[in-house]
């Protein structure tokens, strides 16, 4: 019989469970391109019930995230689904480009995503956001990643929720900012619009 050199062998059983998740990667990576025909994105809105054309999902999405974005400010997002287009793990919070049907923008993982859910965390996953923080620089966009504000992971074979969230939470959630941030809109233009000091009155005219 011939003799197995000395380290770690893999069971044909593990070597066919890498396999698979390899054929399963590569797949979600041929579709990274889009997310119309993505089954991830598809399956996603169905669970969240956000497929009509009022839904977050056409509210909230890359669009608003670069919607009159003041540089050196930070947006709060209430909700974001994005699909990873792109996954940088070189960096320790790895780099991120996320995509969805109104475009692109990157973004940032904590290190503790991927440490936990670094099995779903791929190109071609889809993420499901709350509370998003977006921090506007004078050049791009960049979308912050947590385990705070990750709600669910879908794949083109599985589901991972983090958290259960409602659609009506999402909603909540939602309407609370937009009221935030109407209030800080009324702010601004009641300060910009305040009149400007009236003259002084001429003086008495002599006697």
Known sequence: ????????????????????????????????EGVEDCVAWMRARQELGMIDKNSLVEKFNTRWI???????????????????GRLDLTSVDPLVMLVDKEGRVDGSMHRDVVDQFGKEVRV???????????????????????????????????????KRVSKEDMLVVARELDRVREQQMRSILGGDSQPSPSPPPPPPPPP
């Open 1 to 32: 019989m011939p003799k197995l050199s000395p380290g770690l062998h893999k069971t044909a059983v593990e070597g066919e469970r890498e396999d698979q998740q390899q054929r399963e990667q590569e797949d979600d990576e041929m579709e990274c």
């Open 124 to 162: 071609g996953s889809v993420l499901v956001l709350q509370r998003v923080a977006v921090l506007v620089t004078a050049r791009r966009e960049y979308v912050n990643i947590t385990l705070n504000n990750l709600v669910s992971i879908y794949t083109k074979t599985s589901v991972k929720h983090v």
């Open 66 to 84: 670069k919607d009159k974005s003041q540089a050196g400010s930070t947006k709060k997002m209430p909700f974001f689904l994005c699909k990873i």
